[in-house]
Structure formats: C-alpha cells, structure tokens
C-alpha cells in the first residue's frame, strides 16, 4: 500500500503531543502532592504549583479542574485498579471472597499501577492528607458512596442478580466498605505510612466480618 508523504509524518506527531501532555500532567500531579503532604492542602496555591513545574496557570487549568481534582486524580487510578482487579476475580468466588481478594490484589500491585504517574509512596503520604484533611474527607466519603453503588451493581451482575430487587449485594457491598473505612481510618492515624501496613490492617479486619455479623459474641 503506497503512503502519502504529506500525511505519514501526523500519527508520530500526534503521539508526541500525547506523550508530552502525559509527562506534563504527571509533572503536576507530583508538584502538586509533594506541596499538598509538606505544606498542606489549604496553604498550598495554584501558583505554588505552576512554578514548581515551570508552566502557567493556563496549563494547570487546562488538566484540572481545582485542587481538589488534583488530589483524587490518582485516587482515581487506584480505584479504577481494584474495580479491575474484581472484574479479574474467578467467577465460582462468593461476593465477599471476590472483594477481599481484589482489594488484597490492588494493594500487592499498586506500585506497578501508578509507576508512571507518581511514587507509590507519594501516594500513601496523600492518601493520608485525605484521612487527616476535613474537607477533602467529606469529598472522599461522597465518592466512596458513589464507587459503593457501582461495586453492587458489579457484584449483582456477577452473581447474576437484580440489584433493585435483592439487597444483598448492597449489604455485602456496605459491610466490605465499611472495613475499607475503619482500616483507612485507623491507618491514617498510625506510624507506618507503608502499604504493607494498610494490607495487613485490612487482611485483619475482614477476617472480622463473619464473626461480626453471625450471632452473638460471648
């Protein structure tokens, strides 16, 4: 097939820009988290982070939105690794058994998810900001109840059941995000900032959900 000289050159060219506005939205993200954990997420100004990153404003807004979008972006990538990761789950797994395995699985490989973007480590540290910052709690409450919905729906459908109709996909969902709260919660109020850290706090307390909801204790 014969190429045209006068168009080949456009598909290398188009991933270049593509590639640039990834590295630049990267830049960014890591300026703005490092600002956020060392000087707080209230003190910290739009300018602040355009000139660690040597770009306009324009820029800045051209790739969020606010701050706060800025904070939850890779929010955004770890919660869509788990939902990944529960859509790899095998399907003769029990709701339960399928969530604990893939938030387990998502904590094992979160380094590698966000490898491109920022440092797992960076990550912890902002995910921290989030337990520990009022405003940003509520945002992250608020988004929560909304990947709560989309994670019954998911488990309603791979249990083939009518969410409307059944409500123990709601229940489960409910039981299992209400650990991921008090582990968060509780990690956030920790010493070890580490990933091992929150896996083992929340292999821990799902081991607590049977036990929890069947009977009585003594």
């Known amino acids: 097939m ?3 000289e006068r168009t080949a ?3 290398p060219a188009a991933g270049l820009r593509e590639r640039r506005k990834r590295r630049t939205r990267s ?3 890591r300026a703005a988290l490092v600002l956020f954990v060392s000087r707080g997420y209230e003190r910290t100004t739009v300018d602040e982070i355009t000139a660690a990153v040597g770009v306009s404003q324009r820029t800045f807004f051209r790739y969020f939105a606010n701050k706060e979008e800025v904070v939850f972006a890779v929010q955004d990538l770890v919660e869509s690794h788990f939902v990944n990761e529960l859509h790899a789950r095998p399907a003769d797994e029990g ?3 399928a969530l604990r395995g893939a938030v387990l699985a ?3 490989t979160v380094d590698g998810a966000l490898r491109e973007v920022v440092p797992v480590d960076l990550y912890m540290r902002s995910y921290r900001l989030i337990e520990s910052t009022p405003a940003l709690l509520a945002v992250h409450l608020r988004r ?3 990947l709560e919905e989309r994670i019954s ?3 309603a459908a791979r249990e083939g059941l009518d969410v409307d109709a059944d409500p123990r996909p709601r229940v489960a969902v409910a039981a299992f995000f209400g650990v991921m709260r008090v582990t968060g919660r509780l990690w956030g109020q920790g010493d070890d ?3 091992e850290a929150i896996r083992r706090l929340t292999d821990t307390y799902l081991d607590g959900i049977g036990p929890a909801l069947a009977g009585r204790w003594s």
Do not use: F, G, K, Q
């Open 2 to 4: 014969a190429i045209d």
């Open 9 to 11: 050159p456009a598909a």
């Open 27 to 29: 830049a960014l993200l």
């Open 95 to 97: 709701p339960l058994d």
């Open 106 to 108: 998502a904590w094992d």
């Open 144 to 146: 929560s109840t909304e």
């Open 153 to 155: 729906r998911l488990i």
């Open 193 to 195: 900032t580490s990933v």
